[in-house]
């Protein structure tokens, strides 16, 4: 009994002393407790979060952060027995990282890791360089590596970069971050939409608990939105390949190519190339919004617009525009073709086609020199002296002189009329064109078409209305049938395609030098073209703008092949064909066959199960050299008579491979131009042959 009360007494103590010391903690020593406590916790530890993606409009993937990573070795984790792993896998470890970085072999990577070894280092940097997500992967599955840090080593440290998974594609439109990402946006799209795309960043707070530290969410971080751009990536493509290779042929400066969509005024395609010290061509600047110069001709649209607006003047007017010469106030104004005559009496339709200086600017000149603020009012009611205000920064405004403004001397007017001395960025000549194909209404280009989160649209950027009419029905019909005749008739062919009628202006313009005016050193020239495409019913408008040095320049030849193939390669990558005008499958289809070999022709088909006229007779292991004909019902095959082995074959309609191996096997050489089927050759069938002797085949 004794026993137990004696048990029972050093409980109930211990209890008592239990209940005291927990209320001395909570009461008498709570600060101190604290105290101590705040010395393992941190917080307010920001979280940064994920920035949103720039996407194509036809939704590929045009920015990205993606995690670049530095891998390390801590030589001391895992003890021996680690050390012992490294050591027995050394030789598979460092093969391994050959393979993942070839740069480096398999002995500079084992040497460099014995090395850290030696040294015992905790963090030991095992490649020089950052290294992509997939790269880590790979080194994360060799040997030791694969372990965790503590037992293995193999530690990495992660670095979040934005990523252009198209190069230079649209590169200055898509804009850069800075190398330190949190001092944000530099430009382009990624400025201009930074709020949305860079998110909200959250906060946690680090409590130490066990000798690990673990994070506590207050406030989780939200990732940014994704920014749907108007660009796509083809047609991006097909502009930067047709201007850089031009840029190159002409040894060019600057160029500038931009697409838009002419009814909601997007942005499909812009390229801005500038040539760099070491002779190619990189995006450097937003030339295509941002250039103040002189349009050149291009201008002359607007000219003749304000002028058949105020009845001044129709299609038909006619000028005398002499020898291509004209004194105005004292100065020469010129047409291009000055030395070889000019153009003599030509009428307003004309003017454009071949892109008469003397005839526009004699026009302006006789209407609008007694007031000359109505053709400045006629040009601001196109607002094509509008700022865009566009969805990025960097845009440069246009600058058209009033007669009350400073240095607007009596030559002002007429070289004004031809787009000299007023400045207009490529892509303000581009909205006004696009205007005019556009039924007169005049709309804001724009970049971004919507901000996504999660798959749902946040914000959406509809199509803006800057004048919903630029002009009347009537002078609309007129300058738009003079338009398609610059390239049809005009100046302008070279913009043109057979496959479908384009219309546009050229343009060709001294570039100023400043103080030095235009005459100082050598002459630098802007060559460019504006229109759009189909122009009975027009899709897409587009520019090409051009500087270069020296002569030869020319709007048409230079900016306007450009526009051609953009035009047709763009075309093409939209074409749609009607199923209803598909050829039956289970019909025989009589196709067209080239001449050469008429046995192998033969066999061919025999195998599409196409009906067949021979007249001649098979026989095996012979050739048979001869032409097709088509007929409604069958491919009729016929033989040519035997040919002297001294005689030239002839070879038209043949297929490259059949001519060249009958050429050769009569001892010619052959050089071959083009492709498809032979239409000429330099050596006619019947002549003698003379042996070695070379022959040039020219397909089409």
């Avoid at 994920?50 to 891998?71: Q, T, V």
Wanted: glycine residues 10%; positive net charge; proline residues 4%.
């Amino acid at each position: 009994m004794t026993r137990y009360f004696f048990v029972v007494l050093v409980m109930g103590l211990l209890g008592i002393a239990i209940v005291v010391k927990a209320a001395v903690i909570m009461f008498a020593e709570r600060q101190y407790w604290q105290d101590v406590a705040d010395r393992f916790v941190k917080e307010n530890v920001t979280v940064k979060p994920n920035r949103g993606n720039i996407l194509s409009s036809d939704g590929k993937l045009m920015a990205s952060s993606l995690p670049e990573y530095r891998i390390y070795m801590d030589f001391k984790a895992g003890g021996e027995t680690k050390d012992t792993m490294l050591v027995n896998h050394m030789n598979e470890i460092c093969e391994g990282l050959h393979k993942i970085f070839p740069d480096k072999s398999a002995a500079e990577f084992k040497s460099h890791l014995q090395k850290g070894r030696k040294k015992g280092s905790r963090n030991y940097l095992i490649y020089p360089r950052r290294i992509s997500y997939i790269q880590y992967k790979e080194a994360k599955r060799l040997p030791v590596f694969n372990l965790n840090k503590y037992k293995g080593g193999f530690h990495e440290q992660v670095y979040n970069q934005r990523k252009k998974p198209f190069g230079s594609l649209a590169a200055r439109t898509l804009g850069d971050l800075y190398a330190d990402t949190a001092q944000g946006a530099k430009n382009g799209i990624e400025l201009a939409f930074d709020t949305l795309l860079k998110g909200r960043d959250g906060i946690t707070h680090r409590q130490k608990v066990m000798n690990k530290y673990l994070n506590i969410v207050d406030i989780a971080p939200v990732d940014g939105c994704d920014i749907i751009s108007t660009l796509d990536v083809g047609m991006q493509d097909i502009c930067e390949k047709a201007l850089v290779d031009k840029l190159k042929e002409i040894n060019a400066t600057v160029g500038v190519a931009i697409l838009m969509e002419v009814e909601t005024g997007e942005v499909k395609a812009i390229v801005n190339m500038m040539k760099a010290g070491d002779g190619n061509y990189y995006e450097m600047r937003n030339n295509a919004i941002s250039d103040m110069m002189e349009p050149g001709s291009t201008f002359k649209t607007a000219s003749i617009m304000v002028a058949l607006e105020d009845g001044k003047i129709t299609p038909e007017t006619e000028v005398d525009t002499g020898n291509g010469v004209m004194m105005m106030y004292g100065s020469k104004m010129r047409d291009h073709n000055w030395h070889r005559g000019g153009y003599g009496k030509i009428n307003v339709t004309r003017i454009l086609e071949v892109s008469s200086n003397v005839g526009v600017s004699y026009l302006i000149d006789k209407h609008y020199k007694d007031n000359p603020q109505k053709y400045v009012d006629g040009l601001k009611r196109m607002s094509i002296d509008q700022p865009l205000n566009l969805q990025i920064s960097g845009e440069g405004k246009p600058n058209i002189k009033g007669p009350k403004e400073r240095y607007f001397a009596k030559t002002t007017l007429p070289w004004m009329s031809i787009g000299y001395e007023t400045q207009v960025p490529p892509l303000n000549i581009l909205t006004f064109y696009n205007a005019i194909a556009n039924n007169g209404t005049m709309v804001r280009p724009k970049f971004v078409r919507a901000a996504v989160k999660d798959g749902e649209v946040i914000k959406e950027y509809p199509t803006e209305v800057i004048n919903p009419k630029i002009c009347s029905d009537r002078t609309l019909t007129q300058i738009r049938d003079i338009l398609e005749k610059v390239v049809s008739q005009g100046l302008a062919k070279p913009a043109g395609s057979k496959q479908f009628s384009v219309a546009g202006k050229t343009g060709t313009a001294q570039v100023s030098q400043g103080l030095a005016g235009y005459k100082s050193g050598r002459v630098n020239y802007l060559v460019s073209f504006c229109g759009y495409f189909p122009a009975e019913a027009p899709k897409y408008s587009c520019i090409v703008s051009i500087q270069k040095p020296g002569l030869p320049a020319s709007g048409g030849l230079m900016a306007g092949s450009v526009f051609g193939k953009i035009a047709e390669r763009v075309y093409a990558k939209n074409l749609r064909f009607d199923i209803r005008s598909a050829i039956d499958s289970t019909s025989n289809v009589i196709p067209p066959v080239k001449a050469g070999e008429m046995n192998e022709a033969l066999q061919v088909l025999d195998g599409l199960n196409v009906p067949v006229q021979k007249q001649f007779s098979p026989k095996k292991g012979k050739e048979a050299w001869g032409h097709t004909q088509e007929s409604p019902n069958a491919v009729i095959l016929q033989v040519k008579e035997g040919t002297s082995s001294n005689t030239v074959p002839n070879v038209i309609g043949m297929g490259a491979k059949d001519a060249v191996y009958l050429l050769e096997s009569k001892g010619l050489k052959v050089r071959i131009s083009g492709i498809g089927k032979v239409k000429n050759q330099s050596i006619p069938g019947g002549n003698r042959v003379v042996k070695g002797q070379t022959i040039v085949l020219t397909l089409r």
